[in-house]
């Protein structure tokens, strides 16, 4: 089956400084592909890339999108318009900034279906129930104010759906919730992704939610992809050290009382810092010469993994 | 919101009576009247009497009293100077001052917000540095010396417009240009401050994330929001409309409160200096209230709290 997304060598730059590099990933209708990796690895920048959304100081230096089989990447600001919200749509971090504090719920709906509200009412109060929410028929012109952090995602999750995208773009959508709601909002991605075959990338740090929704996972690490798989391989047995040090830092419910957290010993380049070498090198306990030397290619490992370590094979 | 209503209109009350209060009292320390309507070498039995046919011989707190109940029964008092009610005298100035603030207000707004907007969406851009350079034009040449390059260039060198006077709109342009063009500046940069502000908000994002073009985005959500902030300067800037019409009705001999307000300090003419001043905070006051009302109007998380 044709991918509903491919991302091919991205690269994007603030100024001279190089914060994506080269990162492809596809995701296959009604997939969802968690996009990992901690605070400004450039997880949030590719999907903001990938929407043409880039702020104002950051360029795209290099690579393509391919939005069900058409490169999108050289599509004037008119036709990627036509996209938005259309073929393509983005759900955000902290779903009640992300809406119009003097806008209705309603309003913002009816937006992504680009019709006045009044026309597309029934319409907007049926995707409503879809997603969750309890009482349409008041809720529909409420304001934010008055919705929960939670219902304020459902109507975000009901704006980006309701036009029945063939990708959706998740940012981060569950951190700013807690924990018994992101479940919730979880399973309702979940669900209407496989009814729908949105095809899903959910950005996350979070190693819990990825297990529980995603069926692919790619992990970044200071603008690159270090590795990418189905979810399950990856948590049994990562390719790259730097998955394997991840998973690692997890706490356990058999972990014995008050031990010491694990943790990455170090820290994330900046982008000035970066070498020519792997970038993870310099908190890598395998790393070498070689690795500080080049940058390692990802590699195929022949189960339907991609890993960029020079050592992989190495890996437990 | 009858509640919020309430409160405001006590304020507004209370804020009226201390503005008249603080202008019977700085008037009565600005001199004697009397000693400016007696003829030249009169006796000084003769001011003293008449010192007290006018009731200025009693103690201040007398007269202010006096003047306070007048106020209650709505009689304004008579005019030393001009021997009229007081009531008629500024009455028939008001509809002058009135023309000429809204007037610079439709300057101010119909310039000043539109500039605003356009800078903070071409941020960076020529366009932007382009009404930057009229903004700080508006806001740097003061009034008196603008009204006077006005009446030189447009009146006496390209003679289009009437150096003076109130005989037709014509008469208004130069005038309310003056008058606004400050205010034009203060409302350009505060909307460009607040435009700014919203734009680099999530629901921004978002909302282009649903396909709206940037100026979509403005225009459906992003000037509502931004309106809060300027509402509440426009509500003060025209209460310093007026205020400034006092220097630009010099300049243009325009017929206004402003020109009368000069005219009666200059005279002592106390009770007409009172009635204007009582005016102009009234005027004021109500501007504030009314930008309270726009906040409710405009944000439902005001209207919900009250």
Not at chain 1, 112 to 125: E, K, S
Not at chain 1, 135 to 146: C, K, T, V
Request: proline share 6%.
């Amino acid at each position: 089956m044709q991918p509903a997304l491919i991302v091919e060598n991205l690269s994007l730059a603030l100024g001279r400084a190089n914060l994506v590099d080269s990162v492809g990933f596809s995701v296959a209708p009604g997939e969802v592909l968690a996009l990992v990796g901690e605070s400004g690895c450039g997880k949030s920048v590719t999907a903001q890339a990938i929407m043409r959304l880039l702020a104002p100081a950051l360029r795209q230096t290099g690579g393509r999108v391919l939005l069900a089989g058409q490169d999108i990447t050289a599509l004037p600001e008119r036709a990627m318009r036509a996209l938005r919200g259309q073929a393509m749509s983005m759900i955000f971090q902290e779903p009640q900034a992300a809406l119009d504090p003097l806008a209705t719920v309603g309003t913002h709906i009816a937006e992504a279906l680009r019709r006045p509200l009044r026309d597309v009412r029934d319409q907007v109060l049926q995707m409503l129930a879809e997603v969750g929410i309890s009482d349409p028929a008041r809720r529909i012109d409420q304001y934010p104010f008055e919705l929960s952090g939670g219902m304020c995602q459902r109507v975000m999750i009901a704006c980006a759906l309701i036009s029945r995208p063939a990708v959706l773009l998740a940012d981060e959508p569950t951190t700013a919730l807690d924990v018994t709601i992101q479940a919730q909002i979880l399973d309702l991605l979940r669900r209407l992704a496989a009814e729908r075959r949105t095809a899903v990338v959910l950005i996350t740090h979070d190693m819990g939610v990825v297990a529980d929704i995603a069926d692919r996972v790619a992990v970044m690490y200071a603008g690159r992809i270090a590795e990418t798989g189905p979810t399950a391989q990856i948590f049994a047995r990562p390719r790259h050290p730097y998955t394997s040090l991840l998973l690692a830092s997890i706490p356990r419910l058999t972990d014995a009382p008050k031990s010491t957290l694990a943790v990455i010993e170090g820290r994330v380049p900046t982008p000035a810092e970066f070498g020519p070498g792997c970038r993870f090198a310099s908190r890598c306990p395998l790393a070498d010469d070689t690795c500080r030397a080049a940058t390692p290619p990802l590699r195929d490992m022949a189960d339907g993994r991609l890993s960029a370590c020079f050592h992989a094979e190495q890996l437990p | 919101m009858i509640r919020l209503l309430a409160g405001r209109l006590l304020q507004a009350a209370v804020a009226s009576f201390g503005v008249l209060t603080i202008v019977f009292f700085v008037m009565r320390l600005s001199g004697d009247p009397t000693l400016l309507l007696v003829p030249e070498g009169a006796s000084a039995e003769q001011v003293a009497q008449l010192r007290a046919a006018l009731g200025f011989d009693r103690p201040l707190v007398v007269q202010y009293a006096a003047y306070l109940g007048d106020l209650l029964r709505l009689d304004l008092g008579e005019s030393l100077v001009q021997r009229a009610p007081v009531a008629g005298i500024v009455g028939e100035r008001i509809p002058y001052t009135l023309a000429l603030a809204g007037g610079a207000l439709l300057v101010a707004l119909g310039i000043g917000i539109p500039a605003g907007i356009l800078m903070a969406v071409h941020r960076g851009g020529v366009l932007e540095r382009a009404l930057a350079a009229l903004v700080l034009a508006g806001q740097s040449l003061p009034t008196f010396w603008s009204g006077i390059l006005l009446i030189l260039f447009f009146g006496v060198y390209l003679g289009w417009l009437p150096t003076s006077g109130a005989d037709s709109l014509a008469s208004l342009i130069m005038p309310a240009i003056a008058l606004g063009a400050l205010t034009m500046s203060t409302f350009a940069r505060m909307a460009r401050i607040s435009v700014l502000d919203e734009l680099s908000r999530d629901y921004v994002t978002a909302a282009r994330a649903r396909g709206l073009s940037v100026w979509a985005a403005v225009s459906r959500h992003v000037l509502r929001n931004a309106a809060i902030p300027v509402v509440t300067i426009a509500a003060l800037e025209i209460g310093n409309l007026l205020a400034g019409a006092v220097i630009v009705e010099t300049v243009f001999a325009w017929p206004g409160i402003g020109q009368l307000a000069i005219q009666s300090i200059q005279a002592r003419d106390f009770l007409v200096v009172q009635t204007v001043v009582l005016f102009v905070s009234s005027v004021y006051i109500a501007m504030n209230l009314l930008a309270d009302l726009a906040y409710a109007a405009i944000d439902p998380r005001i209207r919900g709290r009250s």
